[in-house]
Every structure is written in C-alpha cells, then in structure tokens.
C-alpha cells in the first residue's frame, strides 16, 4: 500500500538531564554500530499541520501551561516500523494526555494523532531476529524519566530513510517550568 508523503510539524516532549545524555550516548552508539543516522531523544506527542506561526505559538503555550513531566519507563520493545526499529516503551498518562490536547489545541490542528509514548533508540530496516536480540540486550537504568523541553520539528511524513531524519529541522523550542 502507498502511503503520501508530506511536510508535517512533529512535537516533541525532550528528556531532562542525565537521561537526556543516557538516551543520546546510546542513540549515538547504535547509530554507529549499525550505519544509522543520529537524532534528538524525543517522545512524539503530536504530529500534523504545518503552519510555522501555529507550531511557534503552540509550543509557547503549552510552556506555560504544564510543567516537567516524569513518565514511567515500561521496558525496550522493537518492531518492522523504521520509526521504532528499538524503542522505550512508557506509560500513557493523563498528563501526555493533556499535553497533547493543549498542542492541538494552540496549533489550531484537528489532525487525531494516535500517542503512543516511546522513545526511539534506533532508526534502521534490521532483521526480527537481530531487533529482539538488540531489544533484550538493552538494560535500562531508569525506571521513570523526568521530560523538560518541548520542540516542534518540521520533518516529512512518513519518515521512511536516512535522508529523511536528517533533513528534520527545529522551528521551535521552550523549556518546562520545573
């Protein structure tokens, strides 16, 4: 099945340090292990719209209504999806919950986003069988994460390849209020 592809602005919930340097360093590793590009860790809240101006205003926002978020971490999991070849699972929540809800909201976008909190580890077309392996070889040393950032990000969708990760761009930024 062809699936479109078109520009979309992705938000992004950003890790607090350390685990924002835990994620990366391991982000890094694999990437280099396996040929893969490198990328922000991220938790994706909400994809759709386009509007610069709208995604601006809607990361503002929702900066000054929420605060620091902690979800708690529920394990590696991996799948065929190039997006989420090795993945931390996390917990919903009534915060990611709102926190979508205010996004959309802001940016003024009735696209229904599906959140599945997770964090990508690796972005690579792999074998089944090397994914589990990768998967279970992973050890988490977090059992919650602290998220502290908020980024909107103008990327393509699907993102399919290397190219495509790459050529994502921030267009917008805030911290959240501890």
């Not at 709208?54 to 990361?59: F, G, K, L, N, R």
């Not at 069988?129 to 909107?152: Q, T, W, Y």
Request: a positive charge; aromatic letters at 8%.
């Amino acid at each position: 099945m062809f699936v479109s592809r078109g520009i979309v602005i992705a938000y992004w919930l950003i890790p607090a340090q350390p685990a924002h340097e835990f994620f990366y360093s391991l982000i890094a590793n694999l990437a280099s292990r396996y040929g893969a590009p490198v990328f922000e860790p991220h938790v994706t809240i909400h994809v759709g719209g386009t509007d610069v101006d709208a995604a601006e205003s809607a990361v503002a926002t929702a900066a000054r209504e929420c605060e620091r978020i902690t979800v708690k971490a529920l394990g590696i999991g991996h799948s065929e999806q190039f997006i989420k070849t090795v993945f931390v699972k996390f917990a919903a929540s009534e915060k990611l919950q709102q926190l979508n809800a205010i996004i959309r909201t802001a940016a003024e976008d009735s696209n229904e986003y599906e959140l599945n909190p997770h964090l990508s580890l690796l972005y690579k077309r792999i074998a089944t069988a090397a994914r589990r392996e990768l998967a279970d070889s992973i050890k988490l040393p977090l059992s919650a994460v602290v998220f502290s950032g908020l980024k909107a990000v103008r990327c393509v969708s699907p993102t399919r390849t290397r190219a495509d990760v790459e050529a994502w761009r921030v267009i917008a930024s805030a911290a959240l209020p501890p």
